[in-house]
């Protein structure tokens, strides 16, 4: 499998944008399908969306054409980006999981919790008033685009209850959001999200079982890049490795300290330089946030 990390055309119909998330480049990237009907994946952050759509502009996509604005799922730094997006592009809809798309009628309860936890990184989303613009999206449900086009919507719960990857069946692409893990596309490196409140270890895993039953040819990730060719599964097998690497880790230090402090040294020793796409500032707090998700999970902390 090949890695991919540069904007531009990933196939004849498939395009990667660097959508500036966490204010970096390379940190988040959004993918537009181009069919008769134009699907832009992943919006990204709410200050995303000036970068998207220049994004969009310097690849020539018409913006009139762009019908369906696909979020992953309700967390700010993916879903944040669709409300502005809907003022440049007049003719598309935000599709998503039922809670998603409640979440875009009331943000207010997730503003505040990703306030507390993410303090200034943490982008409020803008209200959607318009409920014409939003469309719930269910399990197994095909998108038509066109030109042979079609997006199936893939429920892969575990990152949270409501999270949806994308599979687009002409090209073998899978746009994973965050159910496999963040990429590092230099090392070739899964980092799991095990992030609070949502993360549930079995439903996780199960969710990575389940997309390496698809035909796959390119697997791509929220945060950030890709891979591309026969062999891409071995980039979920990977995902599966780690996260049980993950789990032998936190239960080794629930047997001595059951401190959540000393599980993150623990895994920030060992994946740190792995989580390469973030900033550095970022990475420094971030272990402490996964390594909760991972032992509520796990040990069924409140």
Do not use: C
């Not at 009139?64 to 992953?72: E, T």
């Not at 919790?113 to 409920?131: C, K, L, N, T």
């Amino acid at each position: 499998m090949k890695p991919f990390s540069e904007p531009g055309k990933i196939s004849e119909t498939i395009l990667m944008l660097d959508a500036y998330g966490w204010r970096t480049s390379k940190t988040t990237s959004s993918y537009v399908i181009l069919g008769e009907k134009i699907a832009l994946i992943e919006p990204a952050h709410r200050s995303s969306a000036e970068k998207i759509v220049e994004g969009l502009k310097n690849f020539n996509v018409d913006l009139d054409k762009v019908f369906y604005i696909l979020v992953s799922h309700r967390h700010f730094d993916h879903s944040a980006g669709a409300p502005p997006l809907l003022k440049y592009l007049p003719n598309a809809v935000i599709g998503a999981h039922l809670y998603t798309i409640e979440n875009f009628k009331n943000p207010e309860k997730l503003n505040r919790a990703s306030q507390q936890m993410y303090g200034d990184y943490a982008e409020p989303i803008e209200p959607v008033r318009d409920e014409e613009k939003l469309r719930v999206l269910k399990e197994g449900e095909i998108l038509e685009l066109g030109n042979g086009l079609e997006i199936e919507v893939v429920y892969t719960p575990g990152h949270t209850s409501d999270h949806y990857a994308f599979y687009e069946r002409k090209n073998k692409f899978m746009f994973t959001g965050d159910a496999v893990g963040i990429f590092g596309y230099r090392s070739l490196s899964v980092i799991p999200t095990t992030f609070p409140p949502s993360f549930k270890y079995k439903k996780y895993m199960e969710s990575l079982e389940k997309m390496l039953n698809y035909d796959l040819e390119i697997v791509s990730f929220a945060h950030f890049g890709g891979v591309i060719g026969k062999d891409v599964n071995e980039v979920i097998s990977l995902a599966i490795e780690t996260l049980e690497d993950w789990k032998s880790i936190a239960e080794n230090v629930w047997e001595t300290s059951k401190d959540i402090s000393d599980l993150a040294k623990k895994l920030s020793e060992k994946y740190q330089e792995k989580l390469e796409v973030f900033p550095k500032q970022v990475r420094g707090f971030i272990f402490q946030i996964l390594a909760t998700g991972l032992a509520n999970s796990l040990f069924q902390r409140k």
